[in-house]
């Protein structure tokens, strides 16, 4: 028995809520480390749709206990919107179901001002970075710079006018910059005031409680959001989110040493898609990628955007098995392929004239990358529900071990639909 850490191998929307999903029935804990509620997935279970953008995927399944670790960011307005959706669907979050760390951080009014604020000026300027404008960036900011508000805050008010002061001071310097009104003291003691009995419940020791559970023998299942490549560090920079999105980030973002994460599981879509702005080689602009587009409902569970769909990327994935030290990866929305005469493969780019087999760092370079593709024959049958290899297509298994070869890591689940119970399992992560 080992602990499971799932996350994107590409720029996000792999389809990691259905994996989670499937993964959390075996799971005793689900653990989100990073992100906030920027982050969106659905999962379908028994024809039933759940939006969670900030909750772990375990909170819709009784008896699995959700934890918001310490590198999430956490808009307590958000957090209590999202919990009453929840509910109206017959879905109870409650303290007994739901622990959230103390030393997360808490996403204010300020943040998501700022984030548009900015996101307006880049716009108008061409240098947009396409942010959801929900206070994702500031928050982290806020973090790095010594002067957030933490979910522990919330319990010493006495101690609290001194930090709201903090805070201001520099978003209130910000905000004449922008020539935007400034904020009192008093708006924001009166946010946090208002939300404190209603998030303080939820609050714990997570390093604590996570080691506790570890020593007595809990699978645990840690849930990224996005992707790997959106990664602040490894990602395609400066096209990426606000945090690390890499496997590593499961144990600094939820207090977990690493030797305790285990099977490092990557999502990884039959093709490639992402939303909003940077560099894409494998984009497809024609008529197949709106194909794609359309089989695949590509539109971002968040904020509804259309998706950019390209061909499968192995270069990229490659990349992301190696930052992640991924050990297997489930493969989805093969079907969203069925009936495509000619399925292309990138293996490497051409740079400048020269041959290579990633993605360089450089924003300038990757954007004058060109895609080297190999062709494979597509298939006419559909593989949609298929719960087994012996349904499948050949033409199917050999794309699916075409995949495998290029990216250097097997397929441990492979996913047919959105139905969590359409998925072929190779190897369990748990039982790795």
């Known amino acids: 028995m ?42 379908v279970i028994d024809g039933v749709s759940y939006k969670l953008s900030l909750l ?14 310490n590198g999430v960011v956490v808009d307590p307005h958000a957090l209590i919107a999202e919990m009453g959706r929840l509910k109206d669907q017959g879905v109870d979050v409650t303290p007994e179901n739901l622990r959230i760390a103390e030393n997360a951080t808490l996403i204010l009014s300020i943040h998501r001002e700022l984030d548009g604020m900015r996101e307006d000026a880049a716009s108008n300027s061409g240098t947009k970075i396409g942010t959801t404008r929900r206070g994702i960036g500031p928050a982290y900011e806020d973090k790095v710079g010594r002067r957030a508000i933490r979910v522990m805050d919330l319990a010493d008010l006495d101690a609290l006018d001194a930090k709201v002061d903090r805070i201001l001071t520099h978003h209130n310097a910000l905000r004449r910059g922008f020539g935007a009104p400034e904020v009192e003291h008093s708006a924001i003691m009166e946010e946090l005031t208002s939300i404190a009995d209603r998030v303080l419940p939820f609050m714990d020791s997570v390093w604590r409680l996570l080691d506790k559970e570890r020593r007595k023998g809990s699978r645990i299942l840690f849930e990224g959001a996005q992707g790997s490549l959106l990664d602040i560090d490894h990602g ?4 990426v989110t606000s945090s690390n999105t890499v496997a590593g980030q499961a144990a600094a973002g939820s207090g977990m040493g690493p030797g305790s994460l285990g099977y490092i599981l990557g999502i990884t879509k039959a093709y490639t898609t992402r939303v909003g702005e940077g560099p894409f080689p494998t984009e497809l602009t024609d008529e197949i990628g709106q194909f794609l587009g359309e089989r695949g409902h590509e539109f971002g569970t968040v904020t509804g955007r259309k998706r950019r769909c390209g061909w499968f990327d192995a270069a990229l994935v490659r990349q992301s098995v190696a930052t992640n030290g ?15 005469d000619e399925l292309k493969i990138c293996v490497g780019y051409k740079l400048d004239g020269q041959e290579i087999d990633y993605l360089p760092a450089a924003q300038a370079a990757q954007a004058r990358v060109e895609p080297i593709y190999i062709t494979l024959e597509g298939w006419k049958e559909s593989t949609v529900g298929a719960r087994r290899w012996a349904d499948l297509p050949a033409q199917a298994i050999k794309y699916v071990r075409q995949v495998e070869e290029l990216i250097g890591a097997p397929v441990a689940l492979l996913s047919t639909s959105p139905e969590r119970d359409d998925t072929i399992l190779v190897t369990d992560p748990f039982e790795d």
Do not use: C
């Open 2 to 43: 080992t602990n499971v850490v799932v996350i994107g191998s590409q720029w996000g929307d792999e389809g990691k809520g259905k994996i989670v999903d499937w993964l959390s029935e075996r799971a005793d804990i689900v653990v989100r480390f990073q992100g906030g509620h920027n982050a969106g997935h659905t999962l």
């Open 236 to 239: 395609t920079y400066p096209f």
């Open 326 to 340: 991924i050990t297997g990866i489930a493969l989805t929305k093969l079907d969203v392929l069925d009936g495509i």
């Open 56 to 69: 772990p995927s375990g909170v819709v399944r009784p008896g699995k206990m959700a934890v918001i670790g």
